[in-house]
Structures are given as structure tokens and as C-alpha cells.
Nanobody
Framework: QVQLVESGGGLVQAGGSLRLSCAAS????????MGWFRQAPGKEREFAAA????????LYADSVKGRFTISRDNAKNTVYLQMNTLKPEDTAVYYC??????????????????WGQGTQVTVSS
């Protein structure tokens, strides 16, 4: 059973940066892709970024493009989300997730098979 554990969340002022990590444990881990989603209070969980585990190709939501960078370390079974120029509207619980089989729909929440427990990111104005 694969488990995903996020870390790195916290409180930061607007304009600041945070780096989230998501470590996978369990059986041999070889997903098709990894993604980061976020959920603000009272809102639906939304896509932020995704990365192909094999090629490293990336995909971003328009709201984070140019500010966030997703990356992975295959040897450590870890995916990262570097978040720069943070805004108050980035405040949310951030979840990492894994797609275990090939998919062309990485922006869709229901394509993901395994989810972490989430980490809180709060950006103050």
C-alpha cells in the first residue's frame, strides 16, 4: 500500500516563499504522474500542478503558473512544490496525489488514485 506524506506547510507573509514536499512510502513506487491540489475553506479541491514521473513534463493551473514549480526526485520517491510570490488567495490545504496508470487528464481530481493527508499553507496580507 502506497502512502503519501506531505510536509513544509506553514504561515508566510504575502510575497514570501514555501517549499512543500511529498514523500511516498510502501511498496515499489512507480506512478505515472504526481500532482498537487489545494482546497481553500468553503471551496472545492482544485488542481495546482502535476509532473510526469518518467519524463518530468509539467503542467500548471493558470493561477500558479510562473510562481510555482513542481519537481521530483525519483531516487527519493519525493515530489516538491516550490511556491514563490505567495498571495493571500494561495491560502489552502495542499494535497499531493499519485496517478498510478497512464492518464491524459491530470487536471482532474478523480484521475488520482492515492492522496496524502494535506498540509496547511496560510499566506497573510
Amino acid at each position: 500500500q502506497v502512502q503519501l506524506v506531505e510536509s513544509g506547510g506553514g504561515l508566510v507573509q504575502a510575497g514570501g516563499s514555501l517549499r512543500l514536499s511529498c514523500a511516498a512510502s510502501g511498496r515499489t513506487f512507480s506512478p505515472y504522474a504526481m500532482g498537487w491540489f489545494r482546497q481553500a475553506p468553503g471551496k472545492e479541491r482544485e488542481f495546482a500542478a502535476a509532473i510526469s514521473w518518467g519524463s518530468g513534463a509539467t503542467l500548471y493551473a493558470d493561477s500558479v503558473k510562473g510562481r510555482f514549480t513542481i519537481s521530483r526526485d525519483n531516487a527519493k520517491n519525493t515530489v516538491y512544490l516550490q511556491m514563490n510570490t505567495l498571495k493571500p488567495e494561495d491560502t489552502a490545504v495542499y494535497y499531493c496525489a499519485a496517478v498510478l496508470t497512464a492518464s491524459n487528464w491530470l487536471r482532474r481530481r478523480n484521475e488520482y488514485d492515492v492522496w496524502g493527508q494535506g498540509t496547511q499553507v496560510t499566506v497573510s496580507s
